[in-house]
């Protein structure tokens, strides 16, 4: 009856079909690299992978090219890379979890001060400082005025200040999930206000915590570019803070700009992603788990 | 009632630190920075000149701000139609389904690989891809980085986009299918136009992920210190600039470097700054 | 600030207790050059007794910024300290020559093995007027060979290198127009080719993209069966780069302080990019917290260094070893450097 009409719903069906499947591939194509890397680490990298390359630190240029021109398996591992970023790490959240922790409950405590906000805002900016400038900031502070020297200590200086905000915001935001009627019970029993937090802000709200918490470790433990400019890496084992220590993605650096390590390269990335990944895995699952309200 | 008082001081004063490393961070960098300001002035920035031999040493940060804002930029415009894709494909089309589910977590994924197994998968997997094609003779610049910068920030656009997209009231597009529009039609007219900010913030925010990117920019833009002459030309950044020559600077340079870091502080801060601003007018 | 610091420190040193060793440990940083032969010599040193040494590969400014900080107990560089550097150094430091080593052009073209490289090649291609591996340029010299049609692409050191510097030294000898352009330093300001961190990311680079050159130390080329160009020496001939032909650039005279470059030589059986590679440390030991104990098993470690045994496994790592008057500087040099005054070693 009405033909142009029919023409033009045809028309508009065709690009509504042909929309969705562009939105299809369009999503597809993003996840694709996903596959690639991960397959490619898990093909190239297995390989390596066994008792050793946990147990011992990682082997000289010397031993690699002796390996790599004979065609052996390249002796040694990552070990004093694991035992430098567990260091640096638990250095870092000594540090930043509890002082995190304190400031974010203190803006939700105080949100309604100007003086709360400002610091809101204030850790907004740090968590978009790139990592390399909080290199830069603790090799002034650290490696050049405390430790005059590379070191662990200052390795876990700019890893902690990365943590910080993580943990501040994820904080505040766990905190604004708990609803009010257990903050105005324990108030109406006459609960004083340290207690209030100790014993219920805290608890109630542990599942939120530790998914910050988790999800902050899981984001400073693949960092490189700052523990560059801080820890420099070590060759052997050490866990002197003063002293420059190795770490994992340290030592992925080091294999890369070291073509006979390789096959070394892949591993330790496939055993950094691997551990990143569950870490992260480990977050979200806490977090959909125990979802407080 | 004493500890209250001192839950309440130990409170502040943890809020405290914030705000004294906050201030500690720019002093610094600006302490850092002075000599080469000093030296050079305004011209540190618009110079591209970066001679570090002895005699006759200048700096100037234009090459790098150059490579990071070139390679931001075409990374973000390599990101879009994936990160726009997948944020309609999780919040609109199969929204609340299994599949989105998946699709979510897989980007979450993208996130969790950390920047030097990109470079290093970007090195080794992806420039062969791109040699192969006969673009590039050596697949190193300022295109393959950008290319692994957009997969890297594709998961932060996608999140908050999707956040947002899934935010439109139902009744708008209940409205609009109501007069017989079309699927697309709905995205186009209702959808987009409601979340607009929301997705132009949080493309803003994905930017800002970029500009700071250290290692996987370093591992594959080739390290030239010139602007680029092209987008198979090797480059350099302002991060991957400070992780290639920090550990060996000193005097002036390190000061040039330093200030570089107090630029890009400054250049991600506003961008950063920017991304919020507009979240919070839409929230 | 102040207060973070504080809380740092007091937070840093509950770790560092239970960290301490009773074995010492020395740090040292610098050139990535030498760096085969110092790990395999170090890690000896250690097994049989001697501390544990952190090397740091950072590049050889990296080592002297890391010795003027005062962060090291000594660093390594393949550049001597100019008389400016030397002066902007807290205390009096002396250089050690601990091998000799060479600057080789690596390259990667599909199909050609033996290339033959003049100065004028090698200026015009690392300055980017030579864009082409079939320029008739490189053809004249290298009569017969089968080049591909190919762009070059040169591979420089992103970083601050005493390569970079030892290469520059020979190149602007022999080039007045690199002199004038790009002069000699541990760092230039390259017109064309892209950059790779340290020796190993340069070789890295060279032996993953076909069409490349490069300049690296002669043992990277070699461990990676990278081909390496002959080139031409003073006296007009081209000179493969061998054991032999480094140690016959190291016949020049030895000044007081080893502070002299081995480039350009004028034996004729001398391979023209060679070069001392040096440690360098302080004169007076004892600065901040720096320990008796540090300062003595640094001055130990460096005269083991130069000895005949470390000497034999720099020749296994493909450095010639020092020739007589150098590793007799060495030992009087060492014999110089003092603890508080007093001499440490007796």
């Known amino acids: 009856m009405y033909p142009e009409l029919n023409d033009n719903i045809n028309r508009r069906n065709g690009t509504n079909s042909r929309f969705r499947y562009l939105v299809i591939a369009g999503s597809v194509i993003t996840v694709i690299p996903i596959f690639f890397i991960v397959g490619n680490l898990a093909v190239k990298g297995f390989r390596q992978i066994n008792l050793e390359f946990f147990t011992r630190p990682a082997p000289d240029t010397f031993q690699a090219m002796m390996a790599a021109s004979s065609g052996e398996v390249i002796p040694g591992g990552i070990a004093n890379g694991l035992t430098g970023s567990l260091l640096m790490v638990v250095l870092a959240s000594l540090f930043a979890i509890p002082l995190g922790l304190m400031t974010g409950i203190y803006i939700y405590e105080n949100s309604s001060l100007k003086y709360a906000r400002f610091i809101r805002s204030l850790t907004e900016i740090l968590q978009g400082v790139p990592s390399i400038i909080l290199g830069i900031i603790a090799y002034i502070w650290i490696v050049k005025n405390i430790t005059r020297g590379y070191s662990a200590l200052a390795g876990s200086v700019s890893l902690a200040i990365m943590m910080l905000p993580l943990i501040i915001r994820s904080t505040e935001e766990t905190m604004r999930m708990i609803p009010v009627s257990i903050r105005e019970a324990a108030f109406a029993l006459g609960t004083p206000y340290y207690k209030m937090i100790y014993k219920i802000l805290i608890p109630v709200s542990f599942s939120g915590l530790a998914t910050g918490v988790l999800l902050a470790l899981s984001r400073i433990l693949g960092e490189t570019a700052p523990l560059m400019l ?19 993605p340290l030592l992925i650096w080091d294999f890369y700009n070291d073509p006979n390590m390789v096959s070394l390269v892949w591993s330790a990335s496939l055993f950094l992603m691997v551990f990143v990944l569950s870490m992260n895995l480990l977050a979200r699952s806490v977090a959909s788990k125990h979802k407080y309200i | 009632m004493s500890g209250d008082r001192v839950t309440k001081v130990l409170l502040f004063i943890s809020s405290l630190t914030i705000l004294l490393l906050s201030a500690g961070i720019v002093i610094s960098l600006f302490g850092g920075a002075l000599p080469a300001f000093r030296e050079f002035g305004f011209r540190f920035i618009t110079s591209s000149a970066w001679n570090p031999t002895a005699g006759s040493e200048e700096y100037g940060a234009m090459s790098f701000i150059a490579g990071t804002v070139i390679t931001s930029i075409l990374a973000l415009i390599i990101c879009i139609p994936m990160a726009f894709s997948t944020s309609l494909f999780i919040a609109e089309y199969y929204k609340g389904t299994r599949t989105s589910g998946i699709l979510r977590s897989l980007v979450d994924l993208l996130a969790g690989i950390p920047s030097i197994v990109y470079g290093f998968w970007g090195f080794y997997a992806l420039r062969p891809l791109l040699v192969a094609t006969g673009l590039t003779d050596q697949g190193f610049g300022v295109f393959t980085a950008s290319l692994v910068l957009a997969i890297m920030i594709v998961p932060y656009a996608t999140s908050l986009s999707a956040e947002i997209i899934s935010m439109v009231p139902a009744e708008l597009k209940e409205a609009a299918y109501s007069l017989g529009a079309t699927r697309r039609e709905v995205i186009f007219s209702v959808v987009i136009p ?90 | 600030m102040a207060a973070m610091a504080l809380l740092l420190v007091s937070c840093g040193g509950g770790g560092s207790t239970t960290g301490k060793q009773k074995q010492i440990t020395l740090s040292a940083a610098g050139a990535t050059f030498p760096q085969p032969f110092y790990n395999l010599a170090f890690k000896k040193y250690n097994e049989a007794g001697g501390p544990l040494i952190n090397y740091g590969g950072i590049g050889s400014g990296g080592g002297i910024k890391s010795l003027r900080d005062q962060i090291v107990d000594f660093a390594a560089t393949d550049a001597y300290l100019s008389d400016a550097e030397l002066a902007e150094m807290p205390g009096e430091v002396v250089h050690i020559p601990t091998c000799i080593g060479a600057v080789v052009i690596a390259y990667n073209l599909p199909g050609v093995t033996d290339l033959q490289l003049t100065p004028e090649l090698l200026e015009g291609i690392f300055l980017g007027n030579i864009k082409k591996w079939n320029d008739p340029k490189i053809l004249a ?24 510097y030892i290469f520059s030294d020979y190149m602007s000898k022999v080039s007045p127009a690199w002199k004038a352009q790009l002069g000699t330093g541990k760092a230039l300001n390259w017109p064309a080719g892209i950059g790779a961190k340290g020796n190993p990311g340069v070789s890295g680079t060279i032996s993953q993209s076909q069409g490349s050159i490069g300049y690296i130390g002669y043992e990277y080329a070699f461990a990676q069966k990278i081909p390496m160009a002959k080139v031409m020496n003073s006296a007009g001939l081209f000179i493969e780069p061998t054991l032999e032909s480094f140690t016959a650039a190291a016949a020049a005279e030895m000044p007081a302080d080893t502070r002299v470059m081995l480039t350009n030589s004028p034996n004729p059986a001398a391979y023209p990019i060679t070069s001392f590679t040096w440690i360098i440390m302080y004169k007076e030991l004892a600065y901040g917290k720096h320990s008796s104990e540090a300062a003595e098993a640094a001055v130990k470690t460096v005269k083991w260094l130069t000895g005949e045994e470390a000497q034999a496994i720099a020749t296994s790592v493909h450095y010639a070893a020092l020739p007589q008057n150098a590793s007799l500087q060495a030992a009087e040099l060492l014999r110089g450097i003092t603890y508080q005054g007093l001499t440490v070693l007796r």
């Open chain 3, 141 to 164: 010299a290298n009569p017969g060979l089968a080049v591909p049609d190919m762009e070059i692409t040169v591979v420089y050191r992103s970083d601050g290198s005493g390569t970079t």
């Open chain 2, 194 to 283: 409601s979340a607009r900010s929301g997705i132009i913030a949080s493309f803003i925010l994905a930017l800002g992920r970029a500009l700071g990117e250290t290692m996987a920019v370093t591992m594959l833009i080739g390290n030239a210190n010139v602007i680029p002459k092209g987008l198979f030309a090797p480059g350099n950044t302002m991060a991957s600039v400070i992780a290639n020559q920090f550990g060996e600077a000193s005097g002036l340079k390190m000061s040039a470097l330093i200030a570089i870091g107090l630029l890009l502080f400054m250049i991600t801060a506003l961008v950063n700054y920017l991304g919020k601003l507009i979240i919070k007018r839409f929230a």
């Open chain 1, 230 to 248: 801080t820890a420099l890496g070590s060759p052997a084992i050490s866990l002197d803070v003063t002293r420059p220590v190795s770490a994992v």
